[in-house]
Nanobody, 128 residues
Framework: QVQLVESGGGLVQAAGSLRLSCAAS????????MGWFRQAPGKEREFVAA????????GYLDSVKGRFTISRDNAKNTVYLQMNSLRPEDTAVYYC?????????????????????WGQGTQVTVSS
């Protein structure tokens, strides 16, 4: 079992920045590929960014490329999402997710159904 706790959300003006953190506990963090997803009111959960267990590969939703950066610190059991140039349409609850990958891999995962564990989410609100 892996427990994930997100933090760092809040209210920010358009063009501002936030850094989300997701702290993991319970298992060897480096064995997990990680992802960030978001869900806006009335919309389905969507993929935002993902990183391989090795940290060597990352993937992003097209609309956040060049603005968001996912990274991980395996020594701190934490994955981050640095969000710059925020827009009102980025407003959502942001969730981190973990997928067990038993062997060394540079694969990242963009489908929510591939993930084994989820955090409770952190609200990000961007005002115009």
């Amino acid at each position: 079992q892996v427990q994930l706790v997100e933090s760092g959300g809040g209210l920010v003006q358009a063009a501002g920045s936030l850094r989300l953190s997701c702290a993991a506990s319970g298992r060897t963090f480096s064995n997990y590929a990680m992802g960030w997803f978001r869900q806006a009111p009335g919309k389905e959960r969507e993929f935002v960014a993902a990183i391989s267990r090795s940290g060597g590969s990352t993937g992003y939703l097209d609309s956040v490329k060049g603005r968001f950066t996912i990274s991980r610190d395996n020594a701190k059991n934490t994955v981050y999402l640095q969000m710059n140039s925020l827009r009102p349409e980025d407003t959502a609850v942001y969730y981190c997710a973990a997928k067990l990958v038993r062997t060394y891999s540079t694969t990242y995962y963009i489908q929510a159904k591939m993930y084994d564990y989820w955090g409770q989410g952190t609200q990000v609100t961007v005002s115009s």
